[in-house]
């Protein structure tokens, strides 16, 4: 085994030259500026944030880190799970919701994809 | 895992320069997935073709169900793409990149690809599943990224042995777990970074591997070009996309993504009752599952006295022994026929045949059973998060 990966080792050190191209092929739907440079464009949001008293405060806060499909795709969350949802998001990811805000915008969540 | 040759390695590149070129936006229809806001739309995202979408930033992407029943590797561009933050780079230099080695070593390191190529180049088929993958067939719901099965894939990974750069660095006596982190960053200073930890012992497995190819191919860029983490065996969450430090930590990682999220219930189970609190501990091994590939659920099929229907199976390491078919609910079940064994952490194909007799309705359902004697529960092991889901599931049908 240890002879073997020595022997490896001397046969990969010959072939370094080759390493680049390989890393730089498969660009379909890519552009490559150089060869082993991939760059893409990632498609905009899908969809906005419905309108609605606390809209704003949607707009202006969730959409810093995620798409509002994150909203949308959820199961309809009672007023006390979209709360949770929103705590975690100030506490944990560091959201910078007003505390005058959050209730605004558990109302507003509940709306669009809430439930009792 | 076995070690490949030179000529192996390179034999990859050639065949990627037949791919064709996908529209990076082309809505072509949308999917009904069997649960409350389940329409996604199909779109094709650069390097993908049209997937369904369950958010566009930071993406989410779910592999259409059918494409598991085409072979029993995910090719590339349907694979599952799972992004936690929405600062990912969308353009990379496989040439410039470099993975940081540092902490409790004895010789930092700055890798380069072309530092990887020196070691020794193992490959292994291995399934990637996202920690939630069918979340949203969980009952009651629960809130997360709403996905159907479709969140993981099976693919031959190309690569190096994080063991053989770890002994390069040289881990100190003092090392405890080894943290892992992507170029992935977040929008905000305030957001914790998404970086994920092993134990020492687990690092240094002959299974994991820094992997540069996917399928013979270079990785997509979503699916964490040019370098990424692979722990066969363990939920995705630990295989770290466009993976760009290695930390050596004298202590057991605290951060976020370890200590808070992707947890699961202590108890053997996995599970908890709904509205309760109950002790965690991180996510890590796959639980075994199957599928049926070939039939969709609520499909109509030609009556047969010898329907045939495929599958696949898929534990986290110990191996699929058996696959148990049934057409009446589990009421009755018969052995399915096992496929090639392509190792241990790969997709096991499976048939099976029934009786579809003219009229009728069968509620098809599979079982697996791995080396370790492990199977399937009949009913959900519920937890609040979503997470390892592996109930057996139900295919029902029609015969016409």
């Known amino acids: 085994m240890k002879k073997y990966e020595r022997l490896?080792?001397?046969?990969?050190?010959?072939?370094?030259?080759l390493i680049a191209p390989l890393v730089a092929t498969n660009l379909a739907g890519a552009s490559a500026a150089t060869d082993a440079q991939v760059s893409v464009t990632l498609p905009p949001d899908a969809r906005s944030f419905g309108p609605g008293p606390g809209q704003s405060v949607a707009q202006a806060n969730c959409t810093i880190c995620h798409a509002a499909d994150y909203v949308y795709m959820q199961p309809a969350l009672t007023d006390v799970q979209w709360r949770a949802e929103v705590m975690k998001m100030k506490t944990a990811y560091g959201a910078p919701l007003n505390d005058s805000d959050v209730a605004t915008l558990v109302a507003y969540l509940v709306g669009q994809n809430g439930k009792k | 895992m076995?070690?490949?040759?030179?000529?192996?390695?390179?034999?990859?590149?050639?065949a990627a320069l037949g791919a064709s070129a996908l529209p990076a936006r082309a809505v072509a229809d949308s999917v009904q997935l069997p649960f409350a806001n389940g329409d996604r739309p199909l779109v094709a995202f650069p390097q993908k073709r049209p997937m369904l979408m369950l958010t566009p930033r930071p993406p989410q992407l779910e592999t259409p169900f059918a494409v598991f029943d085409q072979g029993v590797y995910t090719p590339n561009d349907a694979f599952f793409v799972r992004w936690h933050l929405s600062n990912i780079p969308q353009q990379v230099d496989a040439t410039t990149h470099r993975i940081a080695v540092t902490g409790e070593v004895n010789r930092p390191l700055n890798v380069s690809l072309n530092d990887l190529a020196t070691l020794p180049q193992h490959e292994i088929a291995a399934v990637n599943q996202c920690s939630g993958n069918g979340r949203g067939l969980s009952s009651p719901r629960v809130a997360g990224g709403q996905w159907d099965n479709g969140a993981m894939g099976n693919a031959i990974w190309t690569g190096v042995r994080l063991r053989d750069v770890l002994d390069r660095a040289g881990l100190k006596s003092t090392a405890k777990q080894i943290q892992f982190d992507g170029l992935e960053g977040p929008a905000l200073p305030t957001t914790p970074d998404f970086r994920k930890s092993l134990d020492v012992d687990k690092a240094l497995g002959d299974d994991i591997l820094i992997a540069y190819a996917m399928n013979g191919v270079p990785l997509p860029l979503l699916n964490g070009y040019p370098v990424r983490l692979i722990v066969p065996g363990w939920y995705s969450t630990y295989w770290v996309k466009m993976l760009s430090a290695i930390t050596v930590l004298d202590h057991v990682d605290d951060n976020f993504w370890m200590k808070t999220a992707y947890r699961i219930p202590a108890a053997p189970c996995g599970?908890?009752?709904p509205g309760t609190k109950v002790p965690t501990v991180p996510i890590t091994r796959l639980n075994v599952r199957s599928f049926i590939t070939n039939i969709a659920d609520g499909a109509s099929v030609p009556s047969s006295p010898t329907a045939i229907v495929r599958g696949i199976a898929f534990d986290g390491g110990a191996g699929i022994t058996m696959v148990k078919f049934s057409s009446d609910g589990g009421a009755t079940w018969t052995m399915a026929t096992l496929g090639l064994d392509l190792g241990k952490y790969?997709?096991?194909?499976?048939?099976?045949?029934?009786?579809?007799?003219p009229g009728k309705q069968y509620a098809l359902q599979s079982v697996a059973t791995a080396e370790d004697g492990a199977t399937q529960p009949l009913t959900l092991a519920w937890n609040s998060s979503g997470y390892a889901r592996n109930v057996i599931e139900t295919v029902k049908v029609t015969v016409s």
């Open chain 2, 2 to 14: 076995r070690e490949i040759g030179r000529r192996r390695f390179l034999a990859g590149s050639v």
């Open chain 2, 346 to 357: 790969s997709f096991r194909e499976w048939t099976a045949r029934f009786n579809a007799e």
């Open chain 2, 271 to 273: 599970c908890q009752a």
């Open chain 1, 8 to 17: 490896s080792l001397v046969i990969a050190a010959c072939a370094l030259s």
